[in-house]
């Protein structure tokens, strides 16, 4: 059976079992049961009137708490490698909002498989993430999960980020309808997070400078073949990736890669078969060809590579930015001078990638029963500044304090060689994945080494990012076609990549050659996907 079959037949289970499981409503504690349209979250005669504690908080962007004005439960499915309900978190969160949460955790290698079986039988909790977008989108047409966006006024931080903001969301995230069925993550990441790396010890021990532009790293490199002739001065380890890690550099990147916008055209392309992309191609091939790239670089292991660039082996790379204090720490008692740092970019544009400020892949979920507009108001509240705050700093005077350069630090965890997020998760039950919904920027994972700054600072001062591409709603056939055709192309565009550089007598025949089979694979057809899109996502706004 296709996967594509396949994925068919697992849709339709999960949304025949939810269709019977949607009217039970109540979450797995029934706390907010008989129907109640707020989930326990309104004062209606009978109920106590609930004091408002909301100015103790900071910013909450609006909402008013306590949430609920009696006591209620909401599940939370999501992934982590510790048990949560007794952690500090879990604690503030029920104090702060009237709402206890029973979080169900369970490891990433299990989350999915987990998960499945949780939505095949129908019993959703309230809250959860780990579906596809498209499979939310059918469930939410089924009505086991809300449209978040038809509860956007008593959502206020969700309006102001994802309506007023920028509209656009709903069209991309949501349905034909523009109904969207999946909590956003706003914020999240680092304005540059990956690029290129060299040994600035080694480039100054002789006398070579950072490069600027192509040719000046085309040189650099040569002078580093003559005083190191056993090495290979540029490696990689992302093996066929390579084409997709530098084609920023070219204008041809993109997330949806190898299909990109081209701004001044206004209109996407199959990157394969631009000019583009054969002068990256060319310009690696006169690398390789030189023994400036390693000759080793699309079959290379992070082993291998590891073992290259903390030697006199090779001395550029492209790679996560953390890597440049992860390989000191790893080889400075051995040499106290090594030095990798962040460098320029290269190919003609000069572009590194822009990460998206706004990012739906996580599938975050409501489910829709009795407890919805409790849930989706507690999702709203860590969407807030207060609960960014609470989320992925914590509770000021309680777990950390700043220090006199605004820093957290945390008293409880001095012992600790590195307070990274995965210790704050552990200890307290934050940061944990699907609940940092809007990080705030004052946390740990924010507070770059001297040299993570460096390379902030390099390409922010330069404004030196290729432009975001839009964010497309495909279809289900639109899905279907492109994952039909991805498979063989993409293979066959590396398999060609692979050659062209290799082989000294590939020139531009084999690239005509490889443009016409590229062309009855269907890249045209690839591209013409997105630009219908294109139209659709045009005419919305």
């Known amino acids: ?71 209620t439960t909401v599940t939370w ?3 982590s490698d510790f048990q949560l309900n007794d952690k500090l978190i879990a604690k503030e969160i029920e104090k702060r909002t009237g709402i206890t949460v029973d979080f169900q955790s369970y ?22 993430s780990g579906l596809r977008p498209d499979e939310l989108k ?44 999946t ?58 990736n390579i084409f997709s890690d530098l084609s920023y550099g070219w204008g041809i990147g993109g997330l949806s890669y190898p299909a990109y916008y081209d701004e001044s055209a206004s209109t996407w392309k199959f990157a394969g078969t631009q000019p ?37 082996k090779s001395f550029v790379t492209w790679d996560w930015i953390g890597r440049m204090d992860l390989f000191y720490n790893q080889v400075s008692s051995q040499n106290p001078e090594y030095d990798l740092r962040y460098g320029n970019p290269i190919g003609p544009t000069g572009h590194v990638r822009t990460l998206p400020r706004i990012d739906a892949d996580f599938g975050m979920a409501v489910a829709n029963n009795s407890n919805k507009e409790a849930a989706l108001k507690l999702l709203d509240y860590l969407t807030s500044p207060s609960g960014s705050e609470l989320i992925t700093l914590g509770v000021e005077g309680v777990n950390f304090n700043f220090d006199a350069d605004g820093k957290p630090v945390y008293p409880e ?51 030196k990012f290729e432009p975001l591409d839009p964010v497309l709603n495909l279809t289900e056939d639109e899905i279907a076609t492109i994952a039909e055709l991805q498979t063989s192309i993409i293979k066959s565009m590396n398999e060609f990549n692979a050659k062209y550089i290799l082989n000294k007598n590939y020139g531009d025949k084999e690239w005509n050659d490889w443009l016409t089979t590229a062309e009855k694979m269907g890249a045209s057809k690839y591209a013409d996907v997105y630009n219908q899109a294109q139209k659709r996502f045009d005419a919305s706004k």
């Open 107 to 128: 490891s990433a290698t299990t989350y999915q498989d987990k998960l499945r079986l949780v939505v095949a039988s129908g019993k959703l909790p309230d809250i959860f």
């Open 138 to 181: 059918k469930i939410g047409q089924q009505k086991a999960v809300v449209a978040i966006n038809d509860y956007a006024d008593m959502l206020p931080n969700f309006k102001k980020l994802y309506i007023d903001e920028n509209p656009w969301v709903a069209s991309s995230y949501g349905d034909e309808n523009n109904k969207l069925y």
């Open 276 to 312: 583009e992309h054969k002068a990256m191609l060319d310009f690696l091939k006169k690398l390789y060809n030189e023994g400036l790239l390693d000759q080793e670089f699309l079959t290379d292991t992070p082993e291998s590579w590891t073992a290259k660039m903390t030697t006199d």
């Open 77 to 79: 499915m999501l992934v």
């Open 183 to 240: 909590w956003p993550l706003y914020n999240m990441n680092r304005d540059v997070n990956h690029g290129m790396m060299y040994r600035k010890d080694i480039f100054e021990k002789n006398n070579i400078p950072e490069w600027t532009n192509d040719e000046e790293f085309y040189q650099a490199l040569k002078k580093l073949k003559e005083i190191y002739p056993d090495s290979y001065p540029m490696a990689s380890k992302t093996k066929e």
């Open 413 to 463: 965890l001095a012992d600790l060689a590195n307070v990274d997020i995965k210790a704050l998760e552990d200890h307290y039950g934050m940061w944990v994945e699907g609940m940092y919904l809007n990080p705030d920027h004052r946390s740990v994972y924010y507070n770059y080494t001297e040299k993570e700054q460096e390379a902030q600072d390099k390409i922010l001062t330069g404004n």
């Open 1 to 71: 059976m296709s996967k594509r079959i396949l994925s068919m037949v697992l849709v339709l289970i999960m949304a025949s079992a939810l269709l019977a499981a949607c009217g039970s409503g109540g979450g797995k504690n029934g706390s907010a049961s008989n129907g109640d349209k707020n989930g326990g979250a309104s004062n209606t005669p009978g109920n106590a009137v609930v004091e408002d504690t909301s100015n103790q908080y900071g910013d909450t962007g609006g909402l008013k708490l306590p949430l609920v004005d009696k006591p």
